[in-house]
């Protein structure tokens, strides 16, 4: 069955640093998300991308976020300077249209020291 | 945000016996509603959905049944499996006010255990 891969599975970087992760969705999808969770909180959408360009955004993907689909098939996100409040799971989603199921892939957690 | 809420933060049942989740949402807009089941470590894994247009959806052992009026869902699970032990998330959404269906607001969760 196809399936959403994300790398890496885990990540720990200094607060300040880039960080970049990377997804490779479903190769038919269309609609490419980023969620995440901190631990012992709910899951909770970041971006959705449609099109090459933003699509929706919640108050969390602030101007440290970024995301890009460079070459058609890797689908990243980037933080531009993080902070310890990003550590987090982050999971990548896709799904074929807007109204249709949301495969998530296995995550990457992200540690900030 | 409170939007989506699962009271039981933990359920346990004997295998074979039915799971019942049950899930509440506040925002009137939803009209999509999805259960994901996730084991540590590991991604949401789709399990079954719901639109707004009918009160109840069935695949194999799982069965979402919707309650507009009390602004509430629930997943049955028959017969329960040792296999089934994990956290189950309810999640909704809705396209009505710019947003998309891939907006998805999740509750907290509700872990399953099934003793054999």
């Known amino acids: 069955e196809p399936e959403v891969t994300q790398t890496p599975s885990h990540q720990v970087t200094q607060m300040g640093q880039e960080v970049i992760l990377r997804c490779v969705p479903i190769?038919?999808?269309?609609?490419f998300y980023w969620y995440r969770q901190i631990l012992g909180q709910k899951v909770e959408f970041l971006v959705s991308?449609?099109?090459?360009?933003?699509?929706?955004k919640s108050e969390i993907f602030d101007d440290q976020f970024s995301v890009e689909r460079p070459d058609g098939s890797n689908f990243t996100l980037k933080i531009r300077s993080t902070k310890l409040e990003d550590s987090a799971m982050y999971f990548c989603?896709?799904?074929?249209?807007?109204?249709?199921?949301?495969?998530f892939g296995e995550g990457s957690w992200l540690t900030v020291v | 945000d409170q939007q989506v809420k699962q009271n039981s933060p933990s359920l346990s049942v004997q295998e074979g016996r039915i799971s019942i989740l049950n899930c509440d949402y506040t925002n009137s807009m939803f009209d999509y509603f999805l259960w994901y089941k996730k084991y540590p470590a590991e991604g949401p894994t789709f399990l079954i959905s719901?639109?707004?247009?009918?009160d109840k959806n069935e695949d194999g052992r799982f069965t979402v049944f919707l309650n507009k009026s009390a602004k509430h869902l629930s997943l049955h699970i028959v017969p329960s499996q040792p296999g089934d032990s994990a956290v189950y998330f309810c999640a909704a959404s809705s396209n009505a006010g710019g947003t998309s269906y891939g907006k998805l607001t999740f509750g907290q969760g509700t872990i399953l255990t099934v003793h054999p």
């Open positions: 989603a896709s799904a074929y249209s807007s109204g249709n199921t949301i495969y």
């Open positions: 190769s038919n999808h269309l609609y």
């Open positions: 719901i639109s707004s247009i009918k």
């Open positions: 991308f449609y099109n090459n360009e933003i699509s929706e």
